[in-house]
């Protein structure tokens, strides 16, 4: 069992553990779940060098959606770069051209303005066009903002095709951190209509099908594994697509589970007959999830395993803003100022969203070579147990 204690000593804290070992497991069940898939992991998720050594280790592909991106492959793996898609569907006339320098040459557009920028490249680029699915349900629903609707995609492709644009396929994204396959499912359906309406009009075979990101990490429980999540879509892919290329753009499937943070209690107040708790980690550094991404983190106290009485705590970030608060209302043994948290899962779209406020020093991040779920989990109830006396007042208690 790894000593996180010595290396919050070793390291200083906050401090950020990776395991390429997660990352590469979580990157394996996915291929071996949908085993006629090539996975492009979305970089954004976790825009760490480490992930993109994993990917190239493994043989994968990668999502990119930044010219930044992929300065990092360039200098982490240049050779990745021939394996890399840029979907992002808005991009400047520098952003394409620094992309094809570069040799990443599959593109995405959603609107006929986007494809007019594609066309004095035409001979370079190779063309994803991205249809809108939304889903007010999923967790960030990516079509509020990016795809053509069924109708338009029409448009688009007519107008790729004829003025001599190499066209793929088409791309969506059903939206973040599905728990229910039928969203990709029912796309996967719409989208073999359009398929067959190129097929009958122009008698095009559109080479690739991209159904780009939304795998869940397994949060919890009750989130399907993703052998069982990947299943029906696997089946609806060979009944549908056989013989088209099949890709993805996983993120935070392969990402959430990879890094961990220990953060340590910096300071300690009594409000409101609660315990305070400042972390020197918040929601403006690795935490950054909880205001950017709907995450709820599970923060375990490293030191105190079950010991003594249990009292309502507010846990909150080292910044000076009040919103900078992790949680409200958790149930915590009385914590001393220099304890250690553990939360774990806090790989994707985190450390990546980060900021520079109140200029706090940078997270260190430490490699580590074993599976970060194998860290043991302390058993606190998340809810006030109904036999619970509500809190005496740890005021009271520590003053009396
Ligand atoms: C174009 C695109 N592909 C893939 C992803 C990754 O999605 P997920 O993390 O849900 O797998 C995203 C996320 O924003 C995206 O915008």
Known sequence: MLDLQALAVTHGSPLLLFSSETFRLRYQELQSALPQVKHHYALKALPYEECIRVIQRCDGHLDVASIGEMNLVKATAPEMLARCIYTHPIKTKRDIESALE??????????????EKLLPYKNRVKLLLRVAFPNPEARCD?????????????NLIRLSLTNGIHLQGISFHVGSQMTDPQSHIRAIQATRIIYNWCEEQYELKLPVLNIGGGFPARLDASIPTITDFCQPIRECLDELFPGTELWSEPGRCLAADSMAAISQ???????????????????????SGKIYDHAEYVHEPL?????????????????????????????????????????????AYGWASRTDFNQLEQTKIVNV??????????????????NYAYLRSPFTQTCA
Do not use: H
Not at 104 to 113: G, I, K, S, T
Not at 311 to 325: H, N, R
Not at 369 to 386: A, G, I
């Open 303 to 347: 030191s105190k395993q079950n010991r003594g009485e249990l009292f309502m705590s507010v846990l909150a970030g080292p910044t000076c803003d009040s919103i900078d608060v992790l949680k409200e209302n958790m149930l915590l043994p009385e914590m001393e100022i220099g304890d250690l948290f553990l939360t774990k899962q806090v790989g």
């Open 102 to 115: 570069m040799g990443v040459n599959v593109l995405v557009a959603d609107n006929r303005y986007e494809i």
């Open 142 to 154: 990516l079509s509020a903002k990016f795809g053509a609707t069924m109708d338009e995609i029409k």
């Open 265 to 287: 209690v910096i300071g300690k107040t009594v409000k409101n007959k609660r315990f305070w708790y400042y972390l020197n980690d918040g929601v403006y550094n690795t935490f």
């Open 369 to 386: 070579d074993f599976d970060l779920l194998s860290l043991q989990e302390r058993k606190l109830p998340s809810k006030v147990p109904s």
